[in-house]
């Protein structure tokens, strides 16, 4: 059974920093490219990051510069290092194994509970 638990999330304020963590079960770890995804209310979830299994990172555009991801594969764990935090990087986030198809990640398990950030003053 595939579990992904999400922590770290919180309330910072802007310019702010926050270090959001991912632990995969279930899986095999090292061959999984992982991504980070962000959802706010009455919105798609969106992918934000993600790193391949050899370690090759990519970034939307709105956290390129702000964000970085890496992952540890013997603990199977993934993160995401949030730098310059701005209100709109306001968002529940998740992480998901994830397989590139025709140029698109797609998400490949069910989702966790994901973590709640809240930049505001």
């Known amino acids: 059974q595939v579990q992904l638990v999400e922590s770290g999330g919180g309330l910072v304020q802007p310019g702010g920093s926050l270090t959001l963590s991912c632990v995969a079960s279930?899986?095999?770890?090292?061959?999984?490219?992982m991504g980070w995804y962000r959802q706010v209310p009455g919105a798609e979830r969106e992918l934000v990051a993600s790193?391949?299994?050899?370690?090759?990172?990519s970034y939307t555009d709105p956290v390129k510069g702000r964000f970085s991801v890496y992952r540890d594969n013997a603990n199977k764990a993934v993160y995401l290092q949030m730098n310059s935090l701005r209100p709109e990087d306001t968002a529940v986030y998740y992480c998901?194994?994830?397989?590139?198809?025709?140029?698109?990640?797609?998400?490949?398990?069910?989702w966790g509970q994901g973590t709640q950030v809240i930049v505001s003053p």
């Open positions: 790193i391949t299994s050899g370690g090759q990172t």
């Open positions: 279930g899986i095999i770890f090292n061959v999984n490219a």
């Open positions: 998901n194994a994830v397989v590139l198809v025709a140029g698109t990640y797609y998400h490949q398990h069910p």
